[in-house]
């Protein structure tokens, strides 16, 4: 379902990089591409994720301007995910394990939230 009124703004930021800052492949330094911003609902609220995305320059390399993303993205949320996984695990638990239904779910989540 579409949203009818603009998300809030996320209550906190946080910055996320790469571990690595040398191409696994060819050994040479990443440099930063670009900074992609990413906002995912958690229980605790929202939180605005600023991505470092780095590339490696070197032409002669296999993962020449390849996206190299932080490895701590995924610790929040699923790819193009909008819930973080800590929504995702609530609500799996609360359907499967305790066979709730969707309304019931729903006021759970609300409950959480406020």
């Known amino acids: 379902m579409a ?13 996320l990089e790469p571990l690595r800052d040398r191409c696994e ?9 670009y900074h992609s911003p990413r ?13 470092v995305v780095c590339r490696c320059v070197n032409e002669g390399c296999a993962l020449y301007h390849e996206p190299y993303r932080p490895e ?9 995910g909008e819930f973080g ?14 066979h709730r239904s969707v309304p019931e779910i729903h006021r759970e989540l609300l409950a959480v939230e406020g």
């Open 3 to 15: 949203r009818n009124q603009p998300r809030p703004p996320a209550a906190s930021e946080i910055r």
């Open 25 to 33: 492949y060819c050994s040479e330094n990443l440099w930063v591409a």
């Open 39 to 51: 906002t995912v609902a958690t229980l605790s609220g929202l939180v605005r994720l600023r991505l």
């Open 72 to 80: 701590a993205e995924g610790a929040f949320a699923l790819p193009q």
């Open 85 to 98: 996984l800590d929504v995702i695990a609530l609500v799996g638990a609360l359907r499967h394990a305790e």
